[in-house]
């Protein structure tokens, strides 16, 4: 690098410091714009939770409105993530009337603080009347402010009219609370007087395909369910493993740079990128945030990915599971537990004598073991469905795995002789020019459901299209349960010490079940699990119908996160969400089958045919037989998958018959789904039987090869 071009990146670098968030009404802004006194009562409330009247409401208001016309910014909606999984805006603009003409740019404090949007076509499984159609959106302080697209955007909560939750935010909020009061009642158990809030820390690694978007408007099943319901598997896929942290390519790095800006800009802290698995695949990290901050930031990562993909002629699909024969995008949500000054998961140089540590990672294990369906729930989907279980994610059992040092830890705890933690093993290279290196407390057992990885749990089952918030709402719920139950023995216990460790020790000898270190994909583990009494719930369908049992629906009554109507509407809403995915693509291979597929099939048997005919006297014998063989191929598959197709139209109606949600799910997934399956088989053989021209819509490798 010549003088010139360092001097170009030090300038870039410099830049990004400057630019990074000035799209976001931060902390450091609000205290710049805001006089010291409202500042104060502001932190207050977003802190303590206080209540903010509305003189000073109308102040934060008239501050932030500033800062966003200041930006450029006309209008503002508040911003919510309703259950659909995405999120939800509804744009006003700042312009009131004057009398007698003209307008005013104006926004109050009561404006920042509710809005009020029409309910009535967000999903709400029964929590509301038809009639009932107003909805309430509530300003959420702790998530900040941000400008995207010349409009600010506040992050609220949403609720119905009688304040059911009808979002995933309200939850996520509620099991942010329970997991911080009770954990501060264990720590004030067990002698800390100095903290006043635990805060649940996420970080969520996003993973994504990126095609190129004329090939994209050729595959209806793409623009309308998001995966590829037909197609053969190319000559190359991943079996090289070449693209995996391969070299970035030139278009690739570019859409990336765009994407990295564009986030920076709104505050959300892009750290790392590199290709993944699969061929076309790659992946974005962000650093750790606030659970429900990290939550805001993933939906805007994913709908930053879609619009700049836009702007270089891409298309960036978030379905887990888009292509068949290759690995799916998965979503690793990273989860940890921290008091404001340290990680309660961090182990420590000495963790078996990390008394806090050990005590959360306790909890952590034993409520994954008694809750581990309501952890299947979380990352469950009819599109999920397509991922969980290969060699790419982990199975459909939930496991935890601790590594090394911990497992060892966890074994001298059972045999009653707590003595020193295993040392950290030296990785010796035999190589003078390396220097030492020493293996971290655990390393990352990939087909692990839910893995210790140094100072965290990462959650690896969650779906690359799903919002964050489910699965951390379940995380924190059954962390704040088993926290909430050490916490009353702790406070009634006589010698705290002596009931510390046996609260420990008990958890760990209660769920040493759910602890496995060894290849989740073996049949030798499925086969043990079962022994273990582990729950394999294969489909979403089982999964969800686990929501309605009566554990699951208190424990989330009992720490305040969801009312049982609330968990039931959820249940339902689940599945009425799995019908209608499995419907939308069967309709959707129905039509493409028969507009599409068997035209095309037809139309280049009748060329093989007339060939054949005409070369008839030309060519050898030989030539002739393979020629005929494939023309009776072409027509055998064809006649068979339009038979399929027959009988798959006449039993998607069916299922409109079926009054109960759950019965109608569980009919979608034995009946059509097979049905589908089959179709594909059939229409797969003819891809690769049909001449590349002939063929109706772009193969896989057009898809993931040529970009």
Request: glycine share 6%.
């Amino acid at each position: 690098m010549n003088n010139s071009e360092y001097l170009h990146e030090n300038k870039r670098e410099a830049e990004v410091t400057t630019f990074f968030g000035q799209n976001v009404f931060d902390d450091l802004t609000m205290r710049r714009r805001l006089p010291k006194d409202i500042y104060k009562k502001v932190k207050k409330m977003i802190d303590n939770g206080e209540d903010l009247d509305p003189s000073v409401a109308n102040m934060v208001a008239s501050a932030i409105k500033d800062w966003a016309i200041e930006k450029g910014a006309t209008h503002y909606c508040h911003w919510f993530q309703p259950m659909t999984g995405r999120t939800a805006e509804k744009h006003e603009s700042f312009i009131e009337p004057f009398i007698g003409g003209g307008v005013s740019m104006e926004f109050s404090g009561k404006q920042l603080i509710k809005g009020e949007p029409d309910a009535s076509s967000f999903p709400n499984g029964g929590l509301r009347a038809t009639f009932e159609a107003r909805g309430y959106t509530a300003w959420d302080a702790t998530s900040p402010a941000f400008i995207k697209d010349k409009t600010l955007y506040i992050p609220t909560a949403f609720c119905s009219y009688w304040g059911e939750a009808l979002d995933e935010k309200t939850p996520l909020l509620r099991s942010m609370q329970a997991v911080s009061r009770e954990c501060l009642r264990v720590l004030r158990a067990i002698g800390d007087t100095t903290t006043q809030k635990v805060t649940t820390l996420v970080g969520a690694e996003q993973e994504y395909f990126l095609i190129d978007k004329r090939l994209y408007q050729k595959r209806k099943d793409l623009i309308l369910t998001g995966r590829t319901l037909f197609g053969a598997n190319p000559p190359k896929g991943q079996e090289m493993e070449d693209h995996y942290y391969g070299s970035i390519k030139e278009s690739i790095a570019a859409f990336m740079k765009e994407l990295d800006i564009e986030l920076w800009k709104m505050g959300v802290y892009a750290k790392i990128k590199h290709n993944e698995v699969a061929p076309a695949q790659h992946e974005i990290v962000p650093v750790f945030s606030i659970a429900n901050i990290a939550t805001d930031h993933n939906q805007l990562v994913m709908d930053t990915l879609v619009k700049v993909a836009n702007h270089h002629g891409l298309v960036c699909l978030l379905h887990p599971k888009p292509f068949e024969g290759v690995n799916g995008s998965g979503k690793h949500n990273n989860w940890s537990i921290s008091t404001e000054k340290r990680n309660l998961l961090e182990p420590g140089e000495t963790p078996h004598q990390n008394t806090k540590f050990l005590l959360i990672l306790s909890a952590v294990i034993a409520a994954v073991d008694e809750y581990a369906p309501l952890l299947r729930i979380s990352a469950s989907s009819a599109a999920n469905d397509r991922r969980l279980g290969g060699h790419e994610a982990p199975p459909a059992i939930i496991s935890i795995y601790l590594g090394n040092q911990l497992s060892d830890i966890i074994r001298q705890i059972l045999e009653g002789d707590l003595r020193a933690s295993k040392e950290k093993d030296v990785l010796e290279l035999h190589v003078d020019s390396i220097p030492t290196i020493f293996q971290d407390v655990t390393d990352r057992n990939r087909t692990s459901p839910f893995a210790f990885t140094g100072n965290k749990f990462e959650f690896r089952m969650c779906s690359s299209a799903a919002s964050i918030a489910s699965p951390n709402i379940i995380i924190n719920t059954i962390v704040a349960e088993h926290l909430r139950r050490i916490a009353d023995r702790l406070e009634k216990a006589e010698d705290v010490a002596t009931e510390l460790k046996a609260v420990i020790t008990e958890n760990i000898r209660n769920h040493e079940r759910i602890i496995f270190d060894g290849d989740g994909y073996s049949r030798e583990w499925a086969e043990e699990a079962k022994r273990r009494g582990l729950p394999n719930l294969q489909s979403a369908v089982e999964a969800f119908l686990e929501l309605y049992k009566e554990e699951y629906i208190e424990v989330f009554d009992r720490n305040g996160v969801m009312s049982p109507k609330e968990t039931l509407a959820r249940a339902e809403i689940m599945l009425e969400d799995y019908c209608k995915v499995i419907h939308i693509e069967a309709k959707t291979m129905v039509d493409m089958a028969k507009k599409e597929i068997f035209p095309a099939c037809y139309a280049y048997a009748k060329t093989v045919a007339d060939g054949l005919k005409s070369f008839a006297e030309f060519v050898p014998e030989d030539f002739m037989s393979e020629e005929k063989n494939k023309l009776t191929k072409i027509l055998r598959y064809s006649g068979e998958a339009q038979k399929l197709v027959a009988k798959l139209e006449e039993d998607l109606p069916k299922a409109h018959n079926i009054k109960e949600t759950s019965d109608r799910a569980k009919y979608f997934k034995d009946v059509i789904l097979p049905e589908m399956e089959e179709i594909r088989s059939h229409c797969d053989e003819l891809e690769d039987l049909v001449e590349e021209k002939a063929w109706p819509f772009p193969s896989y490798l057009d898809l993931l090869f040529r970009i």
